[in-house]
């Protein structure tokens, strides 16, 4: 028994074992992710809604045949993003799709936005998401959008702000999209035990960025005076007179792809926070020639030969269910459905398609209920699911797991992992 | 709350909890093992492979009507060995299924091999597997099994070798079978962190027993010496001029059954290697008359009386998995079901039908594939699977469980464990 070996022993935890058993082949994985995926039936089970459609959750009333010709060749299952019952955020939901412990390791709302618009965190940073929101003349918040402004404006507020110093505090003003953007402060001892500065609510004053512990004390003067010097910038830029701060967070030490899993990892998607929560585990992120699922498929197919781990993320699933557009949710799994075949024509070892999390229209939000999954593999052991839904996969043949059970069964689907012990 | 109850809630592992819990009754408990039972299926579920048939697998092929009428009044499920994607070695399979965490013990197979033998290790010894082997006269290895030669042969070979002298280690050479031997060092700090020389390949030579750590010096020297003199005595051996040394490894210490589970435990096997994992958890491993099932059940018989818990291993699945042969394998279910009434003409309180890990033909090898398994008591509550097979286990009432949880639902379905607190 060799001495790696031995210290892994001490290590009861999956991801330390996945390190000590996987190794690099030529075999290829592809995680298709449809954000939200699981949903709700519109409408009772047993009786007819008021379309007439009779209850159905987006993924059993859309139209899919390449899904559904999949799953019959597949081995198939639920899965729950954290645990039963827990419904998660995008980061923690996709950390447990990496394989990566959500709740060992948490990832704050300012670095997810600085990770997404490829900012080059470093260890003691902080980064702090920022809404532009419109105050009124006592103060007190209007709207805490700024009227959306535009992108453009954005970027011109956010050169402004760049020029405000807090010596020996370096500070970065990004913008994101629209009203959102980030602030990184870069120096020594800062801490992300910070109060949020967005009441969450309109006509009422926003909040002080207060230290919530002893030794957050100094960041807190130091958020305190950025506040108050954006303040007076923001006057000339009415309707967005204002910021509010959120997520004050540090960058987490997550283990990387290549290090836990001996993998090349390449991430297509189209929004910012998932290209940054797949920088975060050593993803390459690959460069898009639009925002359309057609471009994240013409993306995988021109890489294909440059990485072994494919992570595809598709956002419209997602954003339909928050809007509660059941049907514009079913829409997009039409849409996604069409690229099946041209997926499947590359070959992969292993294909998973699965969500991250449910996000049922019924609820216009995230939700605890598990996700369906399909594992599509030539060493899968194909159950007798004939069609993609929430309540087909749940006899299939994977039975209920938890996300992070996906990533070693991929590795092992593709042959990449060692037997343990003798 | 009382003292030895808040002890046992600081430790998290189930082990502790049956330890507290369980008593001994007059139930009787029996775990059927069918080493590498899971299979895979030749041919794509949906087409007719070459032989005809549609694709199905080795389990789903045999004819078992014995066990398919059990499966159909009982409770059924599949078992991951040790975690969904991990492929494991026999040692920690049976492990697993003893109810000892694989993940927290490891054992070596040094360690496996003197136990199959019934040596009687001890808690310093080194024990090492040995495999004879064919070197040319450059010394590159021609045949990594020295032509299989004879156990009759191997036993001559160890008496010459067991006259090696190094001081003060005492060593043990000991014959297992055809080309395969075992030997024991016993002695002050000797070390398992010791390289193995087996290069897994022939037109190389063998590698040297380096010292993996520091502490492993004195113990690489002592090896070292072993291989020279043991080359000198077998120049006169040919085929078997040469050996090859693997799994350096030291007894681990493994909970009992009888401390665990306050059981009496009895074991049924054929082969070494899993008389020998029997050993390290207390059992009591039976005489048979032969090495068939038939033997197996007619020692399962005879003493029947005299335990509460019998072990019964089934090798040939395994066997016939790993030589890829998908016919034999089925061949073998059907031998293994013509026992059935047999066994439960002894009206054992619970009988327990599963596999240590599946070993698909498809996949020559162990694989980490869920393993079927029956559990039937007259305390079950029994599903609806009508056959004994992967895909028909997977809906079964047990769901999917991890062979961890084996020995808590046979003890439960025994009810020989008291309720959980008040």
Partial sequence: MQKDTRKCNSVSNGTSLLKRLSKTTPSKIILFVMDGLGGLPIGPADSTNINGVKGKTELEHAVKPNLDALAKQSVCGVVDPISPGITP?????????????PLE?????????????????????????????????????????????????????????????????????????????????????????????????????????????????STSKIISKFVSEAKKILISHHPANMLLLRGFAKPPHLPSFQENFHLNPAAIATYPMYKGLARLVGMKVLELKGGNIEDEIAALEENYNSHDFFFIHIKGTDSSGE?????????????????????????????????????????KSHSWHPVPIILHSPTCRVDDVDNFSETACVKGGLGRIRALEIMPLALAHAQKLEKYGA
């Fill in 323 to 363: 809007d509660g557009d059941w049907e514009r949710k079913a829409k997009v799994i039409e849409e996604a459905d069409k690229f099946i075949p041209r997926i499947l024509k590359l070959k992969p070892d292993v294909l998973i398609i699965t969500g991250d999390h449910s996000t049922p229209a019924l609820l």
């Fill in 105 to 217: 390791h948490e990832i704050g709302r300012g670095v997810l936005e600085a990770s997404g618009i490829n900012f080059p965190l470093e260890e003691n940073d902080l980064a702090v998401r920022i809404n532009f929101a419109t105050i009124d003349k006592e103060g007190k918040i209007t709207d805490r959008r700024a009227g959306r402004i535009s992108t453009e404006t954005n970027i011109k507020i956010c050169e402004d702000l760049s020029k405000i110093k807090i010596d020996p505090i370096k500070i970065f003003v990004k913008t994101v999209k629209e009203h959102r953007a980030v602030v990184i402060f870069r120096g020594e001892n800062l801490s992300e035990e910070i109060a949020e500065t967005d009441p969450q609510a309109v006509g009422t004053l926003p909040l002080e960025p207060k230290a919530l512990s002893k030794e957050a004390e």
């Fill in 89 to 101: 955020g995008s980061g923690p939901a996709h950390l447990g799709l990496f394989g990566c412990d």
